[in-house]
């Protein structure tokens, strides 16, 4: 129990940016944790050690060009490598992203409540994320650069696919 | 195949544009489609198919046809919007029939070459499509 504390309250530190209190923000990051139906040893697991199946999956059927039938670029193994990275610097207790790849062979990862509640951030060689999401009748898009951490922009993105 | 039709030159709002979807990674669990179905290639044209005057037996054989191009392809289905929500997206659906293979093939146009701008509205055409399995 004490560790799961401590990984949320990780996670709820670095989404500072939200602007709620701590015991606002605890809460809710419990809530998002229900929603994914995470179990307390299942909290455990890295975020890497869940999604990477669906990465190494998606990989595989996107390594020729054309794999979409519309002649999509194929996905490079250094793309999956900075996908990878995007992964591991995911705070623990983030909602797991579903895997995909677009035609100019970038990786991508969605965050989805609805379709007007989804976010998807494209991984690009270069350590570029580009990002577009829709909240109800609002939207954002825009690209950051990660390197070493994931930046907040998108933290706090993540966090509004849930928010109440 | 399909058949006598010619498409105007100006499309009109309520045509029905098929997008073939030929990866189960389109497709979410709840039957949506995802953005990537709308994301364009790299000569910015993305292919569907005016399908409001076909018959369903006509779609899909387009569709198998499309299929059939794809190293192991399997037509999954096909996601439908109208050249209404195209043109709510600032883009436009242009004619390019295709002789002898598909003829009432039609190009979107208008992206940006801006990834991000062409993520938005790829998740905007997305979220109008109906998903319609094989």
Redesign the interface.
Same mark, same amino acid.
């Given at each position: 129990m004490i560790k799961e504390m401590t990984a949320t309250v990780a996670l709820v530190s670095s989404l500072g940016t939200i602007g709620y209190s701590d015991s606002a923000k605890y809460v809710y990051f419990q809530k998002i944790n229900s929603y994914n139906e995470l179990q307390i040893p299942e909290f455990y697991f890295s975020l890497l050690k869940r999604v990477k199946p669906e990465l190494d999956a998606?990989a595989h059927?996107t390594a020729?060009a054309?794999?979409? #039938?519309? #002649? %999509?670029?194929p996905v490079h193994t250094g793309t999956v490598e900075q996908a990878q990275s995007f992964l591991e610097l995911l705070p623990n207790g983030t909602p797991y992203p @579903?895997v #995909? %790849?677009?035609?100019?062979g970038?990786i =991508?990862f969605?965050w989805?409540k609805s379709?007007?509640r =989804?976010l998807?951030i @494209?991984v690009s060689p270069t350590g570029e994320l580009?990002? %577009? %999401?829709?909240f109800g009748l609002n939207?954002a898009? #825009? =690209?950051e650069t990660f390197y070493r951490d994931v930046p907040e922009k998108i933290l706090e993105l993540i966090g509004r696919v849930y928010s109440l | 195949m399909s058949s006598q039709s010619q498409l105007p030159s100006l499309i009109p709002d309520q045509e029905i544009l098929s997008r073939?979807v030929?990866?189960k990674?389109?497709i979410?669990s709840d039957n !949506?489609i /995802?953005?990537?179905a709308f994301? &364009? &290639?790299?000569d910015l044209n993305l !292919?569907v198919t005016a399908s409001t005057k076909l018959s369903e037996e006509n779609i899909w054989q387009i569709g198998l046809d499309?299929?059939q191009? /794809? &190293?192991n392809?399997e037509l999954k289905g096909r996601a439908d919007i109208t050249a209404l929500n195209v043109r709510s997206q600032e883009l436009e659906a242009v004619p390019d029939p295709i002789p002898d293979t598909n003829i009432h093939h039609v190009h979107i146009i208008g992206w940006s070459a801006e990834? &991000?701008?062409q993520?938005?509205k790829?998740?905007?055409l997305?979220?109008a499509a109906h998903f319609v399995p094989s």
């Open positions: 998606v059927e020729e054309g794999w979409d #039938g519309y #002649g %999509a670029l @579903s #995909g %790849a677009e035609p100019d970038q =991508t969605e989805y379709s007007r =989804t998807s @494209s580009h990002y %577009a %999401a829709l939207k898009y #825009g =690209t | 073939f030929l990866t990674n389109w979410r !949506s /995802r953005h990537h994301m &364009p &290639p790299a !292919s499309v299929a191009k /794809r &190293p392809g990834k &991000p701008l993520k938005i790829a998740l905007e997305a979220d």
